[in-house]
Nanobody
Framework: VQLQASGGGLVQPGGSLRLSCAAS????????MGWYRQAPGRQRELVAE???????NYADSVLGRFTISRDNARNAVYLQMNSLKPEDTAVYYC?????????WGKGTQVTVSS
């Protein structure tokens, strides 16, 4: 399975971005889809995940600002990011876990700066 993330860019504080992750295979069979991010000098961290039953989980730092969603028909996962802060600046990665293993997409850069 290949994952392709897109939608990153430069945005001012308080702005919004929507990240998209397109999967080459069906995400319907995925146990879990998630978004991670890695800022310079920091470890990669989980931002949000959606589990096969539809349960979503978020990092405390993004709760109430970010929303993860999945479109099984389009084999896509989205991350709507609102009220962006400079500390949200990072490379964002899409991740999926299927029965056969975990897969990562190439990251997309998100920069929040005035």
């Amino acid at each position: 399975v290949q994952l392709q993330a897109s939608g990153g860019g430069l945005v001012q504080p308080g702005g919004s971005l929507r990240l998209s992750c397109a999967a080459s295979g069906s995400i319907l069979s995925a146990n879990r889809m998630g978004w991670y991010r890695q800022a310079p000098g920091r470890q990669r961290e989980l931002v949000a995940e959606v589990i096969s039953g539809g349960t979503t989980n978020y990092a405390d730092s993004v709760l109430g600002r970010f929303t993860i969603s999945r479109d099984n028909a389009r084999n896509a996962v989205y991350l709507q990011m609102n009220s962006l802060k400079p500390e949200d600046t990072a490379v964002y990665y899409c991740n999926g876990i299927w029965r056969l293993g975990a897969y990562w997409g190439k990251g997309t850069q998100v920069t929040v700066s005035s």
